[in-house]
């Protein structure tokens, strides 16, 4: 080895030269083709709804959880939304990456405006669950506000910075959309749609950026340990199935998907953030 190599050794947490964009590209299709799934299954079936609805109501709580269930969602703001921002843009320029602090503000807000956009004024719900009122609530604002928030930070962090990130904001992200299925505020394909369309924004952002890939560092280790625990701690506090076994299976799976889902997404993230 040359005496020119002794100093600069190889950064071991990127694959050099290996673009971000076909990974990056790749998963936006794969979250545009799941929201999609999931928004024609949940709004325009007849077993989607009846199923959504039901697994909505399966998952309770007592007065007390309910209003810890709602303090939570409390701080699922503007205002949070603001800091979130600032702060992403604030450690993208304080590590002198301009663009990722473009990128970061670029996933917060389109992200967000996309879910306004889309649960406004372009998605109906048909009416086919009897006494139901067909108002769209998909997807959910209070999750896609937090997992943009997530998105943009996995973006702007540091490598070593990132498990921290992709374990409280997967907490985080898992916490507040059970919390709205909970308060009976969304339904669970409302909290997953939300997640999808965070993840979308993300790797559209991480396609314009590019970069190069880097090897995994447990990211999604990281990740299911932050929706694991979002969902032991609802639990700890009170949350409950409303019947016997069969809601007990059920309430079981509506907390279990939100939090893989999760999982899943915040990896995916980390996967496709470019390494700086």
């Not at 050099?16 to 794969?30: D, E, H, Q």
């Not at 993300?202 to 299911?224: E, H, M, Y």
């Not at 506090?237 to 893989?260: E, N, Y």
Request: aromatic share 4%; glycine share 10%.
């Amino acid at each position: 080895m040359a005496l020119t190599d002794l100093g600069t050794a190889p950064d071991r947490s990127a694959v050099t030269g290996t673009s971000v964009r076909p990974r990056a590209a790749a998963a936006a299709v794969l979250a545009g083709l799941g929201f999609l799934a999931v928004t024609a299954v949940a709004l325009w079936t007849a077993a989607g709804q009846d199923l959504d609805e039901s697994s909505m109501n399966t998952v309770v709580a007592g007065r007390d959880t309910q209003l810890a269930v709602l303090s939570v969602l409390g701080y699922v703001s503007i205002a949070a939304v603001a800091i979130v921002a600032a702060g992403s843009v604030a450690l993208a320029l304080v590590r002198g990456e301009v663009r990722l602090a473009v990128a970061a503000l670029g996933v917060i807000g389109g992200a967000n405006l996309t879910t306004q956009l889309l649960k406004s004024e372009v998605l109906e719900r048909s009416e086919f669950v009897g006494g139901i009122v067909a108002h769209n609530s998909l997807p959910s604002g209070h999750t896609t506000v937090v997992a943009a928030a997530l998105g943009a930070l996995t973006l702007v962090s540091p490598t070593w910075l990132r498990p921290v990130v992709l374990t409280a904001g997967s907490f985080a992200v898992a916490l507040t959309g059970a919390s709205t299925v909970v308060a009976g505020w969304h339904r669970p394909s409302d909290v997953i749609a939300a997640v999808l369309v965070c993840l979308a924004w993300t790797a559209l952002a991480a396609l314009l950026v590019g970069g190069r890939l880097r090897r995994s560092t447990g990211g999604i280790v990281a990740a299911l340990l932050g929706s694991a625990a979002a969902i032991v701690f609802l639990i700890v506090i009170g949350v409950r199935p409303s019947g016997g076994g069969d809601a007990f299976v059920t309430s079981g799976v509506v907390l279990g998907s939100i939090a893989l889902v999760t999982a899943v997404s915040a990896a995916i993230m980390d996967r496709i953030s470019p390494s700086h």
